[in-house]
């Protein structure tokens, strides 16, 4: 890496994440190459963005089109593409509505704001919000406070109040926790950046079950599992459950900055004046995240990648026989972890780069892989081949 980029970084950039040490430059399909030409098999996609692959043509024209017809207008107008890309969420999911934003974050934090509005209107002022421990919804103070990892929290307390943390895939749990002041569950339908934890078969629609029983709307945020990361188009589909709100973001964008809220007409509780934003549902970003849903829809990606999910799931159970150090596989469609019986991952993750294979170091001793929905099952072998080195290496 040259080191004029290194040292730029430390002079300008607020340290915030210890990087690795490459200059990622340019990439294509699910690999990219850094700026000393080194190419590496990308199973982060942007943490777990690039659903379709680094430069995918389909984006790069709409995108061009886009910039050379449109970028923004502000949402005191009607545009096509927002409109465009409105209609094909609602017509291929549960729900009825959308509002369209920028990020993860700012998407939770609108059906955050949704559900609390929909007890002050529809059920006498409730508004505590029950999330799940291990949860990760995002870096604002709303989502800081929903999310049920204290660390994310003590540095700035005091945070918003009205959440209430209860132990993932634990439904007595929730039970014990709902009063009268609760008015929604929030759960990613499986944890992404808390380990990859996966729901146990009966726990969603279990929670299904008990919001329908106590007028509690159900919140999934699939920001990370949207988009065909699990299989199908959505994660709620696995699940054979339907959310009252859904939250997405990442792969919805397939890279462009983008997020979303949905809701069924039943709780969407907004009123003109109570929610918007400047950049939210902008032309350039609705048109590219409009051609990457298209693309997925059309080419019915969410199929393959549970196909290619199927094949990662068996060469990394192999793996984990083979290797002791590995004490769990876990994981659906194509969004997988890898834990160590020790706190491994920072040389495994050094010896994966050196020989060309990006991976996501989620825990000292757990490590996440999520290639593009495009990565073929060539690809897959060979980041398995390169993964077995690159623990072997590590444990030598
Ligand atoms: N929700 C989940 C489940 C996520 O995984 C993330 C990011 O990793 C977020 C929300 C926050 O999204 P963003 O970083 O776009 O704000």
Redo the contacts with the bound molecule.
């Keep these: 890496m040259s080191t004029d980029w290194k040292s730029k970084e430390s002079q300008y950039y607020m340290f915030l994440v210890r990087r690795q040490p490459m200059v990622i430059e340019r990439g294509e399909g699910t690999r990219v190459w850094d700026t000393d030409g080194k190419e590496y098999l990308d199973f982060t996609s942007g943490?777990?963005v690039n659903n379709i692959g680094h430069a995918n043509p389909v984006m790069a024209e709409a995108i061009a089109n886009q910039a050379k017809t449109l970028l923004q207008t502000s949402n005191q107008f009607y545009t096509i593409p927002q409109l465009k890309l409105a209609e094909i969420l609602v017509e291929n999911s549960c729900l009825d509505k959308v509002f369209i934003c920028n990020?993860?974050?700012?998407a939770?934090e609108g059906a955050i704001k949704l559900a609390k509005k929909y007890g002050k209107k529809n059920k006498d002022g409730a508004h505590e919000i029950i999330t799940a421990l291990n949860s990760?919804?995002?870096?604002t103070m709303m989502?800081v406070a929903a999310t049920g990892q204290p660390h994310y929290q003590e540095l700035f307390t005091p945070i918003p109040t009205g959440f209430t943390h209860v132990e993932f895939n634990d439904i007595e749990a929730i039970k014990k926790a709902t009063n009268k002041n609760t008015v929604a569950v929030m759960l990613?339908p499986l944890q992404?950046?808390g380990g990859v934890n996966v729901p146990s078969e009966n726990y969603l629609s279990d929670v299904r079950k008990w919001c329908d029983q106590n007028d509690l709307l159900l919140i999934l945020?699939e920001?990370?599992t949207g988009f065909g990361r699990l299989g199908s188009l959505f994660g709620y589909q696995q699940f054979n459950i339907e959310p009252d709100i859904m939250?997405l973001?990442?792969g919805l964008g397939g890279g462009v900055p983008i997020?979303a809220f949905l809701a069924k007409d039943s709780a969407c509780a907004f009123e003109p004046g109570d929610h918007g934003s400047t950049f939210g549902g902008n032309a350039l970003t609705t048109a590219a995240a409009h051609a990457s849903c298209k693309y997925i829809i059309d080419n019915d990606i969410p199929s393959a990648a549970k196909v290619k999910g199927d094949h990662l799931q068996a060469g990394l159970l192999k793996l984990m026989d083979s290797i002791n150090i590995i004490t769990d596989v876990r994981g659906m469609g194509l969004l997988w972890a890898v834990e160590f019986a020790d706190e491994i991952t920072p040389k495994v993750i050094e010896n994966a780069n050196n020989l060309g294979l990006l991976m996501n170091p989620t825990r000292p001793n757990l490590i996440r892989l999520m290639p593009p929905l495009t990565v073929s099952i060539d690809e897959l072998d060979e980041a398995l081949n390169r993964l077995e080195s690159a623990i072997q290496l590590a444990t030598s």
């Design positions: 943490w777990a990020s993860g974050a700012e939770n990760f919804h995002g870096r989502n990613e992404g950046e945020d920001v990370q939250t973001a990442k997020g």
